[in-house]
């Protein structure tokens, strides 16, 4: 038995084939049922009890060369598809893409124009790069008024119509009121630029919404109540507002809008400096130079206009507390807003 066992190792460790069809003809000769090795195998009971150990084992060593080399074989006339397909587990759970997530700005800015989009009003948007009328000539800002220094705007060139990075998004506002007559009712969201030191609370460049609705006969109670209708969207049902008297050069009268502190619920806290408000934009009844300077009778219409930085309402809804977070693309913070819309 060990002599044929024997003979057969070596002649299995020598056999060569030409092709596949030759493979599957040693597979036939050695290990089919009818096989050298199941033959042997099926001899094993005639074997001396105290050789078994040793034939078992020289048997199972056999078998395993055989099934080997045939392995071996085959695979050296697969095709290189076959081959390819090898070196796939197909059975491996698949491992996830990872799809990145939606930025927290670019959350709260959709969430933002959902809620305004439900108050009837479009989406426009216009050039991050404008010139001085759209940004503050049409807007009522005189030629040498300190409120184009107010906003710390960065120039691109000084003539002929001085080229700069907007600072507000109120040029898309002109932009629109330039070509269309109202009634007007859009909300201008994007990127805006002051030459600002960069700090947990200042940053050169921002977010912004801001809306503007013309139409006759519209009033600042209409304002006030777009207002407050954003505000409990945005922050919830119990929100209150309060409008506190302001100036910005193209609205008049003018206001900022504080909303009730969401941490403390108005009893004063950290957070809102114990006053129970936050601060989170402006607004007003559109100046009715602005109007002309458009093109609009400033008679027949009126409107109002809003805007507001899409960082400070992500902080406070996110709480949010070094403004810079927003623009180091640290994967760890963005990570946080997975499970987020
Ligand atoms: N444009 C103002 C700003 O950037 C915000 C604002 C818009 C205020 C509309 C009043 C009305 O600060």
């Known amino acids: ?64 060369l055989a099934t080997e080399k045939i392995a071996s074989l085959k695979e050296s006339f697969a095709s290189d598809g076959d081959k390819e397909m090898e070196e796939f587990d197909l059975t491996r759970t698949a491992t996830s893409l990872n799809p990145g997530t939606r930025h927290p700005l670019s959350i709260v800015k959709n969430e933002m124009l959902r809620i305004f989009e439900g108050m009837g009003f479009t989406i426009a948007e216009g050039p991050e790069i404008e010139d001085d009328w759209h940004v503050f000539g049409s807007l009522n800002f005189p030629p040498d008024h300190p409120a184009r220094d107010m906003q710390d705007t960065f120039f691109i060139a000084r003539n002929p119509a001085d080229i700069l990075l907007r600072t507000h998004t109120s040029s898309v506002q002109t932009r629109v009121m330039e070509k269309t007559q109202p009634p007007i009712r859009i909300v201008c969201p994007g990127r805006v630029y002051r030459n600002e030191a960069i700090s947990a609370r200042a940053h050169c460049f921002f977010h912004q919404v801001e809306g503007l609705y013309i139409d006759k006969n519209v009033s600042f109670a209409d304002l006030r109540q777009v207002l407050l209708g954003f505000a409990r969207q945005m922050f919830g049902p119990e929100t209150k507002i309060r409008l506190r008297p302001s100036y910005f050069p193209f609205t008049e009268p003018s206001a900022e809008m504080d909303i009730s502190c969401d941490i403390c619920g108005g009893k004063g806290c950290a957070f809102c400096k114990g006053t129970g408000w936050v601060e989170i934009l402006g607004c007003g009844m559109v100046d009715p130079n602005v109007l002309e300077a458009c093109g609009i009778d400033s008679k027949v219409y009126s409107g109002y206009a809003f805007g507001m930085g899409i960082e400070r309402i992500t902080n406070l809804k996110y709480k949010v507390k070094d403004l810079r977070m927003f623009s180091e693309n640290d994967i760890r913070f963005l990570r946080e807003f997975e499970s987020a819309r």
């Open 1 to 64: 038995m060990l002599e044929k066992i024997n003979a057969l190792k070596e002649e299995i460790t020598s056999a060569t084939a030409s092709d596949l069809k030759g493979v599957e003809e040693l597979r036939i000769k050695y290990l089919s049922k009818k096989g050298a090795i199941s033959l042997l195998m099926a001899d094993f009971r005639s074997v001396p009890a105290e050789q078994k150990r040793e034939v078992g084992q020289k048997l199972n060593e056999l078998k395993t």
